[in-house]
């Protein structure tokens, strides 16, 4: 199936920048790639003008940076990006799971085991990814919070571009984070709440230590 024929709803400008989003953190354009407008929107079989709107919705996103008209370059991942983006979901996601845990249910708790179990089960990555997103958004759904829920939506789609290098090139990444979902689980059914929430910590902070130790084994070989 062609991705014009995903262009179904939504405004146009919006589906197109879904799709040039999902292709960034793909990797199908990765970081320092220049985007042509012409070819995507020659690609996707419509104007150039939803291209442009969709460049500049991923601008504000932080995707991409427009140097002029004409040209825009993909943001390439480094450490610095890395680490803020893991501190700002350390903070975004304590104070969400915080205000969950009085909120949560028996039925939540078992909608979470429902998502690590068909996690363990997939066999794509892309559908790996989405199920981990809904664990976190379900997990902290709760709080009521729902424009900070909204911003770490955002802050999660950049750091699944970092995650995807992990997912590559670690074979136990699956296991490691079920056993880490699963115990965060375990700390609010046994109504222990500091104890999730440093799960939850512990979780990001492994998610982040192996990241990084990536890029940097991977910049040490471009330099050798």
């Not at 955002?154 to 699944?160: F, I, P, S, T």
Request: charged share 30%; net charge negative; glycine share 4%.
């Amino acid at each position: 199936m062609r991705e014009s024929e995903h262009l179904t709803t939504k405004p146009m400008g919006q589906r197109v920048a879904d799709i040039l989003r999902q292709w960034i953190m793909n990797g199908r354009l990765p970081g320092g790639s220049h985007i042509r407008q012409e070819e995507i929107a020659r690609e996707l079989g419509v104007s150039r003008l939803p291209v442009r709107e969709a460049l500049t919705i991923l601008e504000s996103e932080k995707f991409v940076n427009r140097i002029n008209y004409k040209s825009t370059i993909v943001t390439e991942v480094s450490l610095e990006g890395l680490e803020e983006i893991y501190a700002l979901r350390v903070l975004l996601e304590t104070y969400l799971l915080e205000h969950a845990i009085p909120r949560i249910t028996d039925q939540d708790l078992d909608r979470l085991d429902e998502i690590i179990t068909r996690s363990d089960g997939c066999n794509s990555e892309d559908e790996w990814a989405q199920l981990n997103l809904e664990f976190h958004l379900s997990l902290y759904a709760p709080a009521n919070q729902s424009i900070t829920l909204e911003t770490l939506e955002q802050v999660l789609r950049h750091a699944d571009r970092y995650s995807r290098i992990q997912r590559a090139l670690s074979p136990t990444l699956r296991q490691s984070s079920s056993r880490q979902h699963t115990e965060i689980v375990n700390q609010i059914r046994a109504h222990n709440p500091h104890g999730a929430i440093e799960a939850l910590k512990r979780h990001i902070e492994w998610n982040r230590d192996e990241i990084s130790a990536e890029i940097i084994e991977s910049y040490e070989k471009d330099e050798a």
